[in-house]
């Protein structure tokens, strides 16, 4: 990260403790409020690491633009981002070391609703940047499809069960709403920002779109490899790419073990799991999933490459398709910032 990111995630900590503190006189609130900002990879986490926050920015950069321009959009989809996590654990109910784990349901529903609201503020303060009013009202109505889609897929994620006759077609469609519409958003309305051409707009959200989809492959296998905080995929029934593919591919004795574990009422017990995975492993899902993240990966690639774009900032963008040059540049693991 160089200093102009610093720069950068300095201006999105500003704008958030401007929207925090004029939004509630309530202390225990404006308080509560705060928290999710402080979880890792948020941008009150003092750790270093990549933020969602930083892609407006170097998309923005990327076509030519100043990046401070994009500073309310930026703070719009950290605020996004934060929301979809409050509801992602509300719904999930898996991740007791939430900051908002504590807090009963309906609070943490209103925390969820007011973050979403500040992210509609937070575009409106584009025009105090000499942003046109009629860019603006268009940012705004991005931002209103976007929370339309991601509450979509959310819908379909809580619904997705393994169920015979499922296929990857079904998947895609319900990661391409839920896990490919925040990098979608955060790459569209950077270039939104800086340019009116519909075309490098388009290709700006292909890019984003296609990452994301990657990024949730890669956790699909991360998550079954090695389970993280206690939770299990697996045991939850959970719809994952190497799931799909195991059910619908995968023939014989252990076919029929899987789709029995799978369609079957009774808890999955941990004997069954660690079969499950071995059978995964044996059969060529997981190889079958990370094929399938490369693929989504240089499809991204092939977007960008169709934009104007240049500079050190397309070269970060870059760096988001390509995780073994990301480690490289920066010594960490960009799957593990993500995830």
């Not at 900590?13 to 402080?38: T, V, Y």
């Not at 973050?115 to 942003?131: M, P």
Request: with cysteine; aromatic share 8%.
């Amino acid at each position: 990260m160089n200093r102009t990111d610093t720069r950068k995630i300095d201006s999105v900590k500003d704008e958030l403790e401007s929207l925090l503190k004029g939004n509630s006189r309530a202390e225990d609130f404006g308080r509560i409020l705060r928290l999710p900002f402080q979880e890792p990879g948020k941008v009150f986490d003092e750790q270093p690491g990549f933020r969602w926050f930083l892609v407006p920015f170097w998309v923005c950069e990327s076509l030519g633009c100043s990046w401070e321009k994009a500073v309310p959009a930026a703070a719009a989809v950290e605020l996004m981002a934060t929301a979809g996590d409050v509801f992602d654990d509300i719904q999930d109910k898996d991740n007791p070391s939430s900051s908002l784990a504590s807090l009963p349901p309906a609070e943490s529903m209103n925390v969820g609703l007011t973050l979403i609201a500040l992210a509609f503020r937070s575009i409106s303060c584009s025009l105090e940047l000499g942003l046109p009013a009629d860019k603006v009202v268009r940012l705004s109505q991005f931002l209103s499809r976007f929370v339309s889609e991601g509450c979509e897929g959310q819908f379909q994620d809580y619904r997705l069960t393994a169920t015979p006759g499922m296929d990857e077609d079904t998947y895609f469609r319900v990661i391409d709403k839920k896990s490919g519409s925040l990098m979608k958003y955060a790459c569209s309305i950077g270039a939104q920002v800086a340019t009116d051409d519909p075309e490098c707009i388009e290709q700006y959200a292909e890019f984003g779109r296609c990452l994301g989809i990657a990024f949730q492959i890669h956790n699909d296998v991360a998550f079954l490899a090695s389970p993280q905080s206690g939770k299990s995929d697996i045991r939850e029934r959970k719809v994952t790419l190497p799931v799909v593919y195991g059910l619908s591919c995968i023939e014989g004795d252990r076919g029929d073990f899987l789709r029995r574990v799978y369609f079957g009422k009774e808890d999955i017990s941990e004997i069954e799991e660690r079969e499950v995975k071995e059978i995964l492993v044996a059969e060529g899902a997981l190889f079958y999933a990370n094929v399938q993240e490369k693929m989504w990966r240089l499809r991204a690639l092939d977007h960008l490459k169709a934009t104007p774009s240049s500079g050190v900032a397309r070269q970060s963008l870059e760096l988001l398709a390509l995780p073994e040059e990301y480690s490289r540049e920066t010594g960490s693991s960009l799957s593990d910032e993500i995830s």
